[in-house]
């Protein structure tokens, strides 16, 4: 019988997509949805043998960058970022898989682990996924901007 997959969505940056799209172009990979699904199992199983305080984690989640879309009130529009273009980026995960890279995430002191204020709420799934494009690009030596190793913090 066929693993049971949930589906979630995370908003990355146009350019960490496009990244992605190179990762899954190299000898090994086969769709954008398996490797996105592949980067998060690796990204838990890097993450849960590290001390929290010593995890790495992406640039763009301590700046929260790019900046969520601005909801205009009583209307059914958003105004994006016209300096940091975002995409949607499906991921299909096991169950449990979410939550356990949510645990893993980076989150800024004072941050809801769920839910918050729209200015102070933590993207935890999209830590994860950002974090793990950035660490697959180091090891597979991709290191043309805007992902690269120096964008990993710890």
Same mark, same amino acid.
């Given at each position: 019988?066929?693993?049971?997959?949930?589906?979630?969505?995370?908003?990355? +940056?146009?350019?960490?997509?496009?990244? *992605?799209?190179?990762?899954?172009?190299?000898? =090994?990979? $086969?769709? @954008?949805?398996?490797? /996105?699904?592949?980067?998060?199992?690796?990204?838990?199983?890097?993450?849960?043998?590290?001390?929290?305080?010593?995890?790495?984690?992406?640039?763009?989640?301590?700046?929260?960058?790019?900046?969520?879309?601005?909801?205009? +009130?009583?209307?059914?529009?958003?105004? *994006?970022?016209?300096?940091?273009?975002?995409? =949607?980026? $499906?991921? @299909?995960?096991?169950? /449990?898989?979410?939550?356990?890279?949510?645990?893993?995430?980076?989150?800024?002191?004072?941050?809801?682990q769920f839910r918050g204020p729209s200015d102070y709420q933590s993207r935890l799934l999209t830590d994860a996924a950002m974090t793990s494009i950035a660490y697959e690009c180091c090891e597979l030596g991709l290191t043309r901007s805007p992902i690269r190793?120096?964008?990993?913090?710890?």
């Amino acid at each position: 019988m066929a693993e049971k997959r949930f589906d979630t969505n995370v908003t990355i +940056p146009k350019s960490a997509l496009d990244r *992605l799209s190179e990762i899954v172009r190299m000898p =090994g990979y $086969k769709s @954008r949805d398996q490797t /996105g699904r592949y980067l998060i199992l690796k990204y838990i199983e890097r993450n849960e043998i590290i001390p929290a305080d010593d995890r790495l984690t992406h640039i763009s989640t301590v700046m929260r960058h790019p900046l969520p879309p601005i909801r205009v +009130p009583n209307k059914d529009i958003a105004i *994006l970022d016209p300096v940091a273009p975002t995409r =949607g980026l $499906k991921l @299909r995960l096991p169950e /449990g898989v979410s939550g356990q890279a949510r645990s893993l995430a980076f989150r800024l002191p004072g941050q809801s682990q769920f839910r918050g204020p729209s200015d102070y709420q933590s993207r935890l799934l999209t830590d994860a996924a950002m974090t793990s494009i950035a660490y697959e690009c180091c090891e597979l030596g991709l290191t043309r901007s805007p992902i690269r190793p120096s964008m990993l913090l710890v």
